[in-house]
């Protein structure tokens, strides 16, 4: 701190510089009175919650995911209910201004566990304790055990749940005090894994028997690919570990289809039980029934992001020189480094211009140049208007962005900042292969012009599907004259036609148990799990007739199609477009691969290309009834 203020000039310190060995102080405000008298009632009603043990036990299953058998319950603590610290955040942060956490810690569990054995609940124990409160060393850990044998409750059926509140970094100290319970005859979790402090290092070190998922990845899963691969790859660690995982926060239907499909082996939240002091021993009839139901959960696509990576993935660290260096200097730094190409211009940390090795180069071979200029600031052959951008900036932002401005941008590259502050470079050539590698990977996974899945989820999606054993219907959909539309009325109209055509096989599927892709051109495929895909097809035939008016000039739709030539360059009558769907049954074990049924489902299309119009053709071949 003294450096600081020795730092300062006379007329902004105010006062003669300190020696380097002194130490500055600053006055601390004084604290309101009334701040004061608050915190003092705070701290003698916690005494009298703790003296007269006015706290109350909840209850929250965890489930079994595949089964929806209930197989513990997290015991949690509420404080009165009508007083601030009713809430478990606030009482625990009043007991630890007033050094109580230990105290106020064991007290909730005590309670926790004569109501867990008071209530007869089925299962096991999910016990909170916080690594605070199991590194302090005078901390009696004996009691636990001693509760719990009061209780009368098997110390097999308790699993102590580390609930991270503060940063943990003694983890050697730690190891030893789990080391400590699992003697006693725990097991370990750990809660809120993402989001504690130090989480992912506490499963390392201590190689808990569960593991705890943090909402935040829980919540809307079922929308979020991103979501989704964190939480995959959690269970593939937890895999490799024997852990078991448990999904916090389940809040709907589709969440918990998904996270059971992904492997997760438990899950908990609002939508299978909420917190109770009388806790359900069955999860409600919903969510049995959903469990029992057959079938996969359909799995958000990447793709179809609207945020793609940001520009910081392209950052070098490229050294800067500030608007004093002269011409002379620069030239000297171009001369010591032929791999530099561009040098940033940077005054304070903001980013004035970039300094190009050729220009300077040519600039100096010209005659008297250099006798001129040499001396001077480099601004003078500095562009002055470089491209920059903050380091959160989308790659296809700024893609678009490059390719408005000026060719020499693309040559001499961007300027990252971060709150306008020079963070480095990024090159035109980097930009260009991200881009390339990212539309070689959606042209893959997702359709550009519908940004539906393409052929590699889809395939994926049939494997799962002939994988879970489950009956499904499987629908081909293809345009009818599509090629002369397109070539009448022009590429961009066909374009139309597509996304909406896309959209509407999307607005009448079940997004939780149907998939819709797009294989390529004008064809989609519909993997249909809903008992009523049938009239979800009649929908879509409706609604693609009545909408199909708008595609044509009033002269061809009232004559019912129109003159274009055919590939021997004759002039041919074509009709006006109709949507054929094809659709085959599937059920458990009829077929196994995609390969397989991508052949049954061509030539169920086929079939439906030859009715006229719009059309449903469902291939009867492999049962005798629908």
């Known amino acids: 701190m003294a450096s600081i203020v020795n730092s300062l000039p006379l007329a902004l310190s105010g006062t003669r510089p300190a020696p380097p060995s002194a130490t500055v102080t600053y006055l601390k405000p004084p604290v309101p009175a009334a701040v004061l008298e608050e915190d003092e009632m705070l701290r003698l009603h916690l005494n009298d919650i703790i003296a007269q043990r006015q706290l109350s036990a909840l209850f929250q299953p965890i489930i079994q995911m595949q089964t929806g058998e209930i197989i513990a319950y ?140 943090d909402m935040h990845f829980i919540q809307g899963i079922n929308n979020d690919p991103v979501k989704l691969q964190f939480v995959r790859s959690i269970q593939e660690i937890a895999d490799q570990s024997n852990t078991l995982v448990i999904a916090e926060g389940i809040e709907t239907q589709a969440e918990l289809l998904v996270l059971r499909d992904l492997g997760v082996a438990f899950g908990q939240g609002y939508h299978l039980g909420r917190p109770n002091s009388q806790p359900a021993k069955a999860v409600p ?26 520009i910081l993935k392209l950052l070098h660290k490229v050294a ?149 054993g489950t009956r499904f219907w499987v629908c081909y959909c293809d345009l009818d004259h599509f090629k002369p539309f397109n070539d009448v009325y022009g590429y961009r109209r066909g374009d139309d036609v597509i996304q909406r055509t896309g959209k509407i096989l999307t607005d009448h599927c079940d997004p939780d148990r149907d998939f819709v892709g797009h294989i390529g051109g004008d064809d989609f495929m519909i993997l249909f799990q809903s008992e009523d895909w049938e009239a979800r097809c009649q929908a879509i035939l409706a609604q693609f007739s009545l909408g199909a008016r708008d595609y044509y000039s009033l002269e061809d739709w009232e004559r019912g199609g129109y003159l274009s030539e055919d590939r021997q360059g004759k002039k041919v009558f074509y009709s006006l477009m109709s949507l054929s769907l094809g659709a085959i049954k599937v059920e458990a074990h009829q077929y196994y691969s995609h390969h397989q049924i991508a052949t049954a489902a061509t030539e169920a299309k086929k079939q439906a290309k030859k009715i006229h119009g719009n059309s449903l053709f469902l291939d009867r071949r492999q049962q005798q009834a629908r």
């Open 74 to 213: 997290e015991g949690l603590i509420r404080g009165p209910s009508d007083s601030p610290l009713h809430a478990p955040m606030n009482l625990f942060k009043v007991a630890r201004a007033n050094n109580l956490t230990v105290q106020v810690e064991h007290l909730c569990r005590k309670v926790v566990l004569e109501r867990f054995a008071e209530l007869k609940l089925p299962g096991k124990l999910f016990l909170n304790v916080s690594p605070e409160c199991l590194l302090q060393r005078d901390a009696p850990h004996g009691e636990t055990l001693e509760y719990i044998q009061q209780a009368g409750i098997d110390p097999s059926r308790v699993i102590i749940e580390l609930t991270e509140n503060q940063p943990t970094y003694d983890y050697e100290l730690m190891r030893d005090a789990v080391l400590h319970y699992r003697n006693m005859g725990f097991q370990i979790a750990i809660d809120d894994l993402g989001e504690g402090f130090s989480s992912l290092r506490l499963w390392s070190e201590l190689r808990p028997e569960f593991v705890k998922i």
């Open 320 to 468: 800067a020189v500030p608007p004093s260096m002269s011409n002379n200097e620069v030239y000297e730094i171009f001369m010591r480094e032929p791999k530099l190409l561009i040098i940033p211009v940077v005054e304070e940390g903001q980013p004035l211009g970039l300094i190009s090795r050729f220009d300077m180069i040519d600039h100096f071979a010209r005659p008297y140049q250099r006798e001129l200029y040499g001396k001077k600031s480099c601004r003078i052959f500095m562009d002055s208007k470089p491209l920059i951008a903050d380091k959160d900036t989308s790659l296809q932002d700024l893609s678009f962005t490059m390719v408005q401005a000026d060719a020499h941008h693309l040559f001499n590259g961007f300027i990252i900042t971060e709150n306008g502050q020079y963070l480095g470079m990024g090159t035109g050539h980097d930009l260009m292969r991200e881009i390339t590698q990212m539309q070689i990977t959606a042209a893959r996974y997702a359709n550009p012009l519908t940004q539906l899945p393409g052929n590699v989820p889809i395939n994926e999606h049939i494997d799962r599907l002939l994988e879970s």
């Open 285 to 310: 009839a919903e969510v049995a029934k959903a469990l029992a139901r057959n079938g996969v959960a359909v799995y958000p696509q990447h793709g179809n992001e609207k945020n793609g990576a940001s």
